[in-house]
C-alpha cells in the first residue's frame, strides 16, 4: 500500500473501484437504514449532476438510483465511506472475521466492538493481511485493508509499506 494517505480518502476508493462494483455498494447504501444522512446529500447530488429536481431522484426505482450514484463523477467522503462499509458489513464478513482473528483483535462477527482498541502489533497486522491475500480474492482484500486505513490510519497504518 502506498504512504500517501489521500489514496485511503473513501472517495478515491470509491472511484478506483470498477462500475459493477460501486452499483453494488450503491444498491446496500440506498437500503442501510443509518445512511439517511449520506442518502440526502446523495439525492441532492445526483439530482444536481443529472439536473433533477431531488424529489425526482427520491421516486426512482432502486436500482436506477444505485445506477446514478455509482455513475456520479465525484462524491464526497461520507457518501463513500458509508457506502463502503455496507459494503464490508454485508459481503465480507467471512473476511472481516478471519482477518481479525489472524490479527488477535477482538470481535463479534467481523465487526470491532469496543471504541477504543489498542493499536494492534504490526508484525501480528502484516501476517494478517498476507495470510488473507491467500485466502480471499485480491481486490476484496485490498480495498477492505484500504477502507481500514481510511477509517483509522493511526491504528491500521501497518498496512502502509514504504515506498523506496
Do not use: C
Amino acid at each position: 500500500m502506498d504512504r500517501d494517505l489521500s489514496n485511503y480518502r473513501p472517495s478515491r476508493l470509491w472511484r478506483k473501484m470498477p462500475l459493477e462494483r460501486r452499483i453494488e455498494a450503491a444498491d446496500l447504501f440506498w437500503n442501510d437504514e443509518h445512511s439517511a444522512d449520506q442518502q440526502m446529500e446523495a439525492i441532492s447530488s445526483i439530482a444536481t449532476h443529472m439536473k433533477f429536481r431531488a424529489r425526482s431522484v427520491l421516486t426512482l426505482a432502486p436500482e436506477k438510483r444505485a445506477k446514478y450514484l455509482a455513475q456520479l463523477p465525484n462524491v464526497s467522503d461520507a457518501i463513500a465511506a458509508r457506502a463502503l462499509d455496507g459494503v464490508a458489513d454485508v459481503r465480507q464478513r467471512p473476511m472481516m472475521g478471519a482477518f481479525l482473528d489472524l490479527a488477535g483483535i477482538a470481535h463479534e462477527n467481523g465487526l470491532i466492538t469496543e471504541e477504543n482498541i489498542p493499536k494492534p502489533d504490526a508484525d501480528k497486522v502484516k501476517a494478517a493481511a498476507k495470510a488473507l491475500a491467500e485466502k480471499y480474492p485480491a481486490d476484496d482484500v485490498s480495498l477492505y485493508l484500504a477502507t481500514l486505513v481510511s477509517q483509522d490510519p493511526e491504528t491500521w497504518d501497518s498496512l502502509i509499506e514504504s515506498e523506496g
